[in-house]
């Protein structure tokens, strides 16, 4: 059975190398283009997590946070990765915000070469990635680590 990670509100600029990451690492992409789509999951698929984009114009007209909120009622307490084409260090005070107003004790983690991978065992653990950590050959490896880690 696959490994399932859904991809949700996928932004052109991202998303090719975001669904080749999911691949490379291992897993099969659910592309979610509107939140009907959720119910397009067979019941017995092996949903890992998901990638929430959090780019201002989507194919989704819901915003990434209440995207988050109707995945995590499906899948409660999987991982999730939010992506920006943003500066990581401004996304992540905006979905800092965000996840404070619903979620106690969290923690969130910029995907660069500093993370530890021992921090990302807690399910209140959330990761923000660019395009840059996709693609760029320094980035990739630190990445691929812990994409592997953080979604087993």
């Known amino acids: 059975m696959s490994k399932i990670i859904i ?8 998303a ?12 099969e992409p659910f592309v979610l283009n509107k ?4 119910k397009n999951i067979p019941n017995n698929a092996n ?8 780019a201002v114009d989507s194919v989704i007209k819901e915003s990434y946070i209440e995207v988050f909120n ?9 991982p999730v990765i939010f992506t920006t084409i943003g ?27 500093d993370i530890k991978l021992s921090n990302l065992n807690s399910e209140k653990n959330f990761l923000i990635i660019n395009n840059e950590s996709l693609t760029n050959p320094e980035y990739k490896e630190i990445s691929d680590k812990v994409f592997k880690h953080y979604f087993s």
């Open 87 to 113: 500066k990581m260090e401004v996304i992540t005070k905006i979905v800092s915000l965000s996840l404070s107003k619903i979620i106690k004790d969290f923690v969130i983690h910029i995907v660069d070469k």
């Open 16 to 27: 090719g190398a975001m669904k080749e990451f999911i691949i490379r690492n291992g897993y």
């Open 35 to 38: 939140l009907e789509d959720l």
């Open 70 to 78: 109707e995945i995590n009622k499906f899948y409660p307490n999987k």
């Open 47 to 54: 949903v890992y997590g998901s990638v929430i984009s959090t």
């Open 7 to 14: 991809m949700a509100r996928p932004h052109p600029i991202i």
